[in-house]
């Protein structure tokens, strides 16, 4: 069997991850996931995207998400039965692992390098920002303030973090947990994924 790479990012909101997998993936030619995995996971389960959409990357809100599909739905039946928390999250897996079977691949957070972390060929990157940078992106991209932008910015890391320590046991952002860590401010998007695809080419023996 061929041995495919992978490159696995995780990131800080708006801290530029998914513009720098994008570009990777452009020029490394190889397939890019980001929510494309939650379809892939839906057609492995036969259920609905929008289950696992709606709890995309947060620890026990899967169901969260099916109770407010099925309001007579009870807690109990859901902790064992086929929609449960554990069997959409490893039906997610399934759709990282297969995904990465087939081909090089770029994936954008979704825990994929916990998922692959058996693959001698999976490069995992985690990338942050000043957050300054990363209010001011969001307050654009949102249309709100700053304060507002900031509030969100909390939000949204503090339930990254929250999925991935409760799935790996690991910790969200933590140096020793990936082969690199970068700042996107310090370079720009550009120059930080030309930077990345230095360090994967090395790394991995890309040609």
């Given at each position: 069997?061929?041995?495919?790479?992978s490159?696995?990012?995780?990131?800080?909101?708006?801290?530029?991850?998914?513009a720098?997998?994008k570009?990777?993936?452009?020029?490394?030619?190889?397939?890019?996931?980001?929510?494309?995995?939650?379809?892939?996971?839906?057609?492995?389960s036969?259920?609905?995207?929008?289950?696992?959409?709606?709890?995309d990357?947060?620890?026990?809100?899967?169901?969260?998400?099916?109770?407010?599909l099925?309001?007579?739905?009870?807690?109990?039946?859901l902790?064992?039965g086929?929609?449960?928390d554990?069997?959409?999250f490893?039906?997610?897996?399934?759709?990282?692992?297969?995904a990465?079977?087939?081909?090089?691949?770029?994936?954008?957070?979704?825990?994929?390098?916990?998922?692959?972390?058996?693959?001698?060929r999976?490069?995992?990157?985690?990338?942050?920002?000043d957050?300054?940078?990363?209010?001011r992106?969001?307050?654009?991209?949102?249309n709100?303030?700053?304060?507002?932008?900031?509030?969100?910015?909390?939000?949204?890391?503090?339930?990254r973090?929250?999925?991935?320590?409760?799935?790996s046991?690991?910790?969200?952002?933590?140096?020793?947990?990936y082969?690199?860590?970068?700042?996107?401010s310090?370079?720009?998007?550009?120059?930080?994924?030309?930077?990345?695809?230095?360090?994967?080419?090395q790394?991995?023996?890309?040609?």
């Open positions: 069997m061929p041995s495919y790479f490159i696995c990012i995780g990131r800080q909101l708006a801290s530029g991850g998914r720098i997998g570009l990777l993936a452009q020029r490394l030619d190889c397939a890019y996931y980001d929510k494309e995995i939650i379809f892939a996971a839906a057609r492995e036969g259920f609905s995207p929008e289950v696992f959409e709606r709890s990357e947060r620890p026990g809100f899967f169901a969260t998400a099916i109770r407010s099925s309001p007579f739905a009870q807690a109990a039946d902790a064992s086929p929609l449960s554990d069997a959409l490893n039906f997610q897996c399934e759709g990282i692992r297969h990465a079977a087939r081909g090089n691949c770029i994936f954008i957070g979704r825990l994929a390098n916990y998922v692959l972390r058996d693959n001698p999976m490069l995992s990157v985690f990338v942050t920002a957050k300054d940078e990363r209010a992106r969001i307050a654009q991209t949102e709100i303030d700053t304060e507002a932008a900031l509030h969100l910015i909390e939000k949204a890391d503090s339930r973090a929250d999925f991935y320590n409760f799935y046991g690991l910790s969200w952002g933590a140096a020793d947990g082969d690199l860590c970068i700042n996107s310090r370079l720009g998007i550009e120059e930080t994924a030309s930077f990345i695809e230095a360090f994967a080419r790394q991995l023996k890309i040609e």
